[in-house]
């Protein structure tokens, strides 16, 4: 079965400093990746895929991440966060193929962003 | 309508009695899921629905909890006998045909079993 590990449950970091949000996860077939975010009180949003070709995927906000197969890999970044980046992350995979419908979620990254 | 819209937003019940909770997807979606967040977790896969196919159902933790969807449109997930650990946030989404498009999601309805 899929597993999705976020190693960092809390990520501090202060305003304009880059970050890394690290995401592994288990399989060796293809799958499709996805990076989520989650505002207070708000449902998650979709930050950016993964789903074929170039192995760096830019998403919204200037947030990007990239795919690394060898290592298992999907690490979320910003070269440059703001205040308004506090929010939740999370992870998710799905295999690509048929019945391929089901993400399989990490429990998340909280990004705080210190003024 | 313009986004996934679930209600009601805040739930709050005593042990024992059944909830239903309801989504709402974007038109045109054929694919609606239900996910469930409980507190310091990620998201738990429960039901998704696509179309006119049987639902896949595999993700309900007991037989207490059933959806259904009219066609593609309103779902409505409904638990019996409600448990203190069936507590949680449930999130629906829907997608366009299937998840290499993403899924839209609600904002979520907040249970709380007492």
């Known amino acids: 079965a899929q597993s999705v590990t976020q190693l960092d449950s809390q990520v501090p970091v202060f305003e304009e400093a880059p970050v890394e949000l690290r995401c592994n996860y288990s399989s060796s077939v293809s799958v499709y990746l996805f990076w989520y975010v989650q505002y207070p009180n708000q449902g998650l949003q979709l930050l950016l895929k993964?789903?074929?070709?170039?192995?760096l995927v830019k998403g919204i906000n200037g947030f990007e991440a990239e795919f690394n197969k060898s290592q298992t890999s999907f690490h979320l970044r910003k070269p440059s966060v703001h205040i308004s980046d506090t929010a939740e992350y999370f992870c998710?995979?799905?295999?690509?193929?048929?019945?391929?419908?089901?993400?399989?979620f990490g429990k998340g990254t909280k990004l705080s962003v210190i003024p | 309508g313009a986004g996934v819209s679930q209600s009601p937003s805040n739930k709050v019940t005593e042990k024992g009695k059944d909830v239903e909770l309801r989504c709402d997807p974007i038109s045109g979606h054929t694919a609606l899921y239900w996910y469930r967040q409980r507190l310091g977790q990620g998201l738990e896969f429960l039901i998704y629905f696509q179309g006119n196919s049987a639902p896949d159902k595999s993700g309900l933790p007991s037989d207490r909890f059933s959806a259904e969807r009219t066609g593609e449109s309103v779902s409505t997930l409904t638990i019996q006998r409600t448990q203190q650990e069936d507590s949680a946030v449930y999130l629906c989404?829907?997608?366009?045909?299937?998840?290499?498009?993403?899924?839209?999601f609600g904002s979520g309805t907040r249970l709380t079993v007492v």
């Open positions: 989404a829907s997608s366009l045909l299937g998840v290499d498009y993403g899924y839209t």
């Open positions: 993964y789903l074929s070709g170039s192995t």
């Open positions: 998710a995979v799905s295999y690509s193929g048929a019945g391929s419908y089901q993400l399989t």
